[in-house]
């Protein structure tokens, strides 16, 4: 599908469900061309958060072991495709699409079995939902706002027998809040292999950081301000393309030893920096919990300068002087400063 095939109105249809709350009142896809729209805007800029993810994973030298993907509220499927060619479709045994629309759950498997033509594609069965059957990786993408808490225990059901999990969610205070819970849930079966840096309880948890959340910025493709089908969407559909705010968990099953990707030692920057004149003031989360440090500008010159325009996921070992950040190691995967 391109711009010019674009039928504004369907995308209209969407915005209102989307914005309203009424996503949340039971399958709203009404056909085909729903999904196709879909898929090609909003879906797509849910595709460039995942993108955004899967490098940080990369970053972190951690990929999940071959197996069974599990796409779970898959729409049109755009995240488990990410992953699976993230994974490699060679190294895929099944990717199984669920969504409790068929429409949806179809247009997703008709998707994925064109880009990979040899990966087994199936509809998932309520019987494998109701199954004992392991789950290599689950996936799943912004769908916590759209789920009842019945439908919430079922979900943590299926995590209970995935061997890594992957969700990413908008970067909202509401919906981060919501992962964080989910995040306290798994952690005594699961290693947090990101965002999080640590093992411990979320130090987002403590009372005095009530007002902020655990949200990450995604860089926009290149090429898309100069892209007039990405404006014209941008502007009818009221979003800021320049910002894709994400919230998201990835985790595997516990295992003896500190497992691959092991950031332990390290602290996560959360959000972006702010930068201001001469120093720049970051939230910083490690084992420690979440504070605000300081950097100036005469003390770590180069990072200073790297935080006007960060990219990738800020992970680094702080050489601080309380809460005064004077020098920086950026965790090896990280962008250096
Ligand atoms: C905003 S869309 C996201 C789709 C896709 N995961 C993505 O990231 O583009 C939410 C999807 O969750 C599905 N969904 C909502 N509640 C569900 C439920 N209780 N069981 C299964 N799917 C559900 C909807 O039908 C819809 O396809």
Redesign the pocket.
Known sequence: MTWADIDWAVLERLRGL?LSGG?AKG???TSPEDLAHYDCT??ER?GWKWDAVLQELDQRGWKPSPSLVL??????G??GRRVVRWLGPERVSALRL????AL?ADYACGAARADFPHVAVEHVTSGFLASDEPIGVLVI???LN??PAT?LLALRGLAARANAILWVEPGTHEVSRALIAIREQLRDWFRLVAPCTHQAACGLLAPNNARHWCHHFAPPPVGIFADSGWVKFGQRAGIDLRSLPYSFLALERKAEGPGAGSAAGYSRVIGEPRVYKGFAKVLNCDAAGVKELMLQKRDVPELFKFFKRPAGALVYRWNRDGEKIIGAEAWHGSPDP
Not at 71 to 76: I, L, T, V
Not at 98 to 101: G, I, L, Q
Request: with cysteine; proline share 4%.
């Open positions: 989307f996503a399958p709203y896809w909003y879906g849910i796409d779970w509220g898959c729409g049109s755009v995240a669920w969504d409790y629309s949806a993408s912004h769908v759209e789920l439908e």
